[in-house]
Nanobody, 120 residues
Framework: QVQLVESGGGMVQAGDSLRLSCAAS????????MAWFRRAPGKEREIVAR????????YYTDSVKGRFTISRDNAKNTMYLEMNNVKPEDTAVYYC?????????????WGQGTQVTVSF
């Protein structure tokens, strides 16, 4: 059974930095695609960033480009989201997710979420 556990959320002010962590357990993730999603109040869930575990290839949604950085630590089986210059619109519950290798990405495992609140 795969388990994903997020941590690092909290309340910060606009312009601050925050680092989220996603600890993965249950198997090796060398062939997986991992991602951070978020769901803001009253909005649909959206993908924030994605990383291919084996290659380190990344993707970012436009609103976080240049501010957020996704990374992973193979030895610790942990994925990170470094959030810099956060904005109030970044307020959301952030989830990490893992996708088995497929032609079309479909996320199979999800964490419980961690709240990020950014005030003015």
């Amino acid at each position: 059974q795969v388990q994903l556990v997020e941590s690092g959320g909290g309340m910060v002010q606009a312009g601050d930095s925050l680092r989220l962590s996603c600890a993965a357990s249950g198997r090796a993730f060398s062939t997986y695609t991992m991602a951070w999603f978020r769901r803001a109040p009253g909005k649909e869930r959206e993908i924030v960033a994605r990383i291919v575990w084996s290659t380190g290839s990344t993707y970012y949604t436009d609103s976080v480009k240049g501010r957020f950085t996704i990374s992973r630590d193979n030895a610790k089986n942990t994925m990170y989201l470094e959030m810099n210059n956060v904005k109030p619109e970044d307020t959301a519950v952030y989830y990490c997710a893992a996708a088995k290798p497929r032609i079309v990405i479909q996320y199979d495992y999800w964490g419980q979420g961690t709240q990020v609140t950014v005030s003015f």
